[in-house]
């Protein structure tokens, strides 16, 4: 048995392998490219590196797509016939067992193993970044502070992932609403390791639900030198950027940052529309014609009009295909969403208490029809869908424009009631107050009730 630098006790004795098997850690943890690349000179130097084999599958369930979680299925095959090959550490045995859990959509589960493993070894730093990734996508702040708590307390100060775990924290601690203790351990972070672009990232969100504008845009541009080095998490710093921006008034710039580095080529990566949807979904509230811009993401998401893979992922796709008028896509999608999911995923309940009702009452306010849905309920069961408050905030602000349009003072008053909890009343807020008011006095009806959506063309 061989140990990293980063605390992965694994059965590979060929260095050279467990060097790069450490790039990729590294790359992980840094959120910069190369991981799949760094596995695959690992495993061309040791084809039974277990590890390996379970981490190239872990980078692909984290891509949520359909194709990317078959590919996590044969990275699952190869580890365990390395694992009954050559052996395997526990570690090891925790990332195949977690991988197998993830692979099949218990994205929680995977978590709970990759933990359970921690509490006998809380050195093991790639176990609790990636239990943090997976509770991050199943929308767990709780549990994301719990795990990584586990193994901060264990770390020495010049344990290598010492200090991507307290940004980790910082973000745990930015989700549950506790600004003032994240944007100082934030801040801790970054001084202790400059490379922690999700440090970064974490007082960045800070800025953003407190209402610091200015500062915030000060802060990321600060930090450009770092971030741009990323993957594809630098096209959402620069998202974070353009919300400062926009929050500012700067609509030129929003658009620009929007052109140049957020959509600047089509992308299916559910993360790189996330970014895009979210952020011309904001633009066109602010009453903004953003011209041809919805077309790139449209086109991606009508390609994904069956994958319901991640429910986080389909409902941005859907924003998309009913912004752009794509309304037989936008059906085909619902439909998806209402289909029954396999034992053991997680996205089944997601689907069910969020994913379906809003996506009836997203179809239904593009045909001027008002479903019944339940805005407490959803609000309240809405971080189940994965992402950070600030992404979800997307759909808040779609469940607000939906009261708004029946006029139910009483459903917009629950649902800013419940942003504010979250995160300082904005222009959002003003301008929904203003157009809810306006309507007041209009002479036409109010947006119609329907008792159902009808899915089928």
């Known amino acids: 048995m061989t140990t990293d630098r980063f605390g992965m006790a694994t059965s590979t004795a060929n260095d050279a392998a467990l060097r790069d098997f450490e790039e990729a850690t590294f790359a992980i943890a840094a959120h910069k490219p190369g991981v799949a690349d760094s596995l695959a000179r690992a495993l061309e130097k040791e084809p039974q590196f277990v590890a390996a084999h379970a981490l190239l599958g872990f980078a692909n369930v984290l891509l949520a797509r ?5 590919i996590g299925r044969d990275c699952l ?13 526990e570690g090891e045995r925790a990332m195949v067992d977690a991988l197998a859990l993830s692979v099949s959509g218990g994205l929680n589960a995977g978590a709970d193993r990759l933990d359970a493993h921690l509490v006998d070894h809380p050195e093991c730093f790639i176990a609790a970044k990636l239990a943090h990734s997976l509770r991050f996508m199943s929308g767990d ?35 549950l ?16 390791e400059p490379e922690d672009s999700w440090a970064i990232h974490a007082i960045g969100h800070v800025h953003e639900m407190t209402g610091r504008a200015a500062d915030g ?14 993957n594809n998490f630098a096209l959402h710093m620069s998202w974070h950027a353009a919300l400062f921006q926009l929050e500012l008034g700067r609509i030129a710039h929003v658009l620009d940052l929007y052109d140049r580095e957020i959509w600047p080529s089509a992308s299916d990566d559910f993360r790189d529309m996330s970014n895009a949807v979210a952020l011309l979904a904001r633009v066109e509230q602010f009453g903004v014609d953003v011209g041809r811009r919805w077309a790139g993401p449209a086109e991606i998401a009508a390609r994904r009009a069956k994958d319901t893979t991640l429910t986080f992922a389909a409902l941005h796709n859907l924003v998309a295909l009913v912004a752009s008028g794509n309304l037989a896509e936008a059906r085909e999608l619902a439909l998806a969403l ?42 309240r069961d809405l971080p189940k869908i994965g992402g950070s408050n600030a992404q979800r905030d997307v759909f808040t602000r779609q469940l607000a424009r939906m009261a708004a349009e029946r006029r139910d003072a009483a459903a917009l008053e629950t649902v800013l009631a419940a942003r504010r909890t979250l995160k300082r009343e904005d222009s959002f807020v003003a301008l929904t107050r203003a157009r809810f008011q306006a309507a007041e006095t209009r002479d036409e009806a109010p947006v119609a009730a329907t008792s159902a959506i009808r899915l089928t063309a």
């Open 66 to 70: 359909v194709e990317t979680i078959s």
């Open 77 to 89: 095959a190869r580890a365990r016939r390395a694992l009954a090959s050559a052996g395997g550490s």
């Open 338 to 379: 209402e289909a029954p999911g396999a034992k053991g995923d997680d996205q089944e309940e997601v689907r069910a208490r969020v994913g379906r009702p809003l996506a009836r009452a997203m179809l239904d306010m593009a045909g001027k029809k008002a479903a019944p849905i339940d805005f407490a309920r959803v609000l």
């Open 177 to 192: 609403g506790a600004y003032d203790a994240a944007e100082r351990l934030g801040r801790e972070a970054v001084d202790f």
């Open 141 to 175: 702040a709780l549990g994301m502070l719990t795990s990584v708590d586990r193994t901060l307390v264990a770390l020495p100060k010049d344990h290598p992932g010492h200090g991507f775990t307290l940004g980790c924290r910082a973000f745990a601690l930015e989700e």
């Open 217 to 230: 845009l000060t802060w990321i541009e600060s930090r450009r030198a770092t971030w741009t080095h990323c």
